[in-house]
C-alpha cells in the first residue's frame, strides 16, 4: 500500500500587527495584547529568553515550534534556552528555586514521528536566568535583569540528565555573564567544541596507526590468508 504524500505546512511569515481578524473589529496586535501581555507566565517568558537569544546572536528567522532547537545562528550553531525565575505569574510564598528542565527530547520527523528516545540536540545550550526577586523591580523587558550561562551539548550530555540545578550549572559554566557578553561566550563555547571534536577525530585516525602491525607482519598475514 502507497503511502499518501504528507499535507505540507507552508513557512510561516512575519506578521505586522495590523493584519485584521476577519469578522471582528480586532488586529494581530489585540489578540498578542490578549494572549502575552503577562510576560511571567512561563511560556511567555521562555519565548521572550529565545528572542533575546536570537537577537544576540543576529539571527532573524521566525520561531519554530517544533524544530529540535530553539534558534539557529547565521553560521549554523543550533542552540536551545532553557529559563527560570525567582518571580511567577501567580502568587508565591517564597521565591522559586532556579532549575532547568527539558533538557533532552524526542524529535518529530513527519515520515517517523516522535523518535523513541530523548536527546540531546543542539550544538549549544543557553541558561537564562530572570533575576528580579521583586514584583516592583521585575521588568522582562530589561536585558539588564537577565543573567545567563552557557554550556557546550557535549558538557550537557555528559550529565545524562532532564534537568539542572543553578548550583551545577555555576560548576559546569562558572559565573553568569550579561546579555551584552552572550553573542561571544555563544561563538566561543561553539569553536571551543568544534575544535575539541576535531582534535579527538584527528587522534582517533593517528593512535590506531601507532598501534597497527608493522608493514612485515602485515604482509605475512597477507600470505596466510
Known amino acids: 500500500m502507497t503511502t499518501p504524500p504528507p499535507i505540507r505546512a507552508p513557512k510561516p511569515m512575519p506578521l505586522s500587527g495590523e493584519e485584521v481578524v476577519a469578522g471582528t473589529d480586532a488586529t494581530v496586535v489585540d489578540f498578542w495584547r490578549f494572549a502575552l501581555s503577562n510576560l511571567r507566565m512561563n511560556n511567555a517568558r521562555g519565548y521572550l529568553a529565545e528572542f533575546l537569544v536570537a537577537k544576540a546572536v543576529g539571527s532573524t528567522g521566525l520561531r519554530i515550534e517544533w524544530d529540535p532547537y530553539d534558534v539557529l545562528a547565521p553560521d549554523g550553531t543550533t542552540i536551545e534556552v532553557k529559563t527560570s525565575a525567582y518571580l511567577q505569574a501567580w ?96 561563538k566561543s563555547t561553539q ?33 596466510d590468508d
Open 191 to 223: 569553536a571551543h567544541e568544534s575544535n575539541r571534536t576535531n582534535t579527538t577525530e584527528i587522534y582517533s585516525k593517528i593512535l590506531p596507526q601507532r598501534h597497527a602491525p608493522t608493514q612485515s607482519t602485515r604482509v605475512i598475514h597477507h600470505n
Open 91 to 186: 502568587d508565591q510564598y517564597k521565591l522559586s528555586t532556579i532549575q532547568f528542565t527539558g533538557l533532552r527530547s524526542r524529535i518529530w520527523t513527519t515520515e517517523g514521528g516522535l523518535t523513541p528516545t530523548p536527546t540531546y540536540n543542539a550544538d549549544v545550550y543557553v541558561f537564562a536566568i530572570q533575576t528580579a526577586r521583586t514584583h516592583e523591580e521585575y521588568n522582562p523587558l530589561l536585558a539588564s535583569q537577565w543573567r545567563f550561562h552557557v554550556l557546550p551539548k557535549r558538557t550537557v550530555e555528559d550529565l545524562g540528565q532532564d534537568s539542572i540545578g543553578l548550583a551545577t550549572l555555576e560548576r559546569l559554566a562558572g559565573p553568569s555573564i550579561a546579555y551584552e557578553e552572550l553573542h561571544d561566550e555563544i
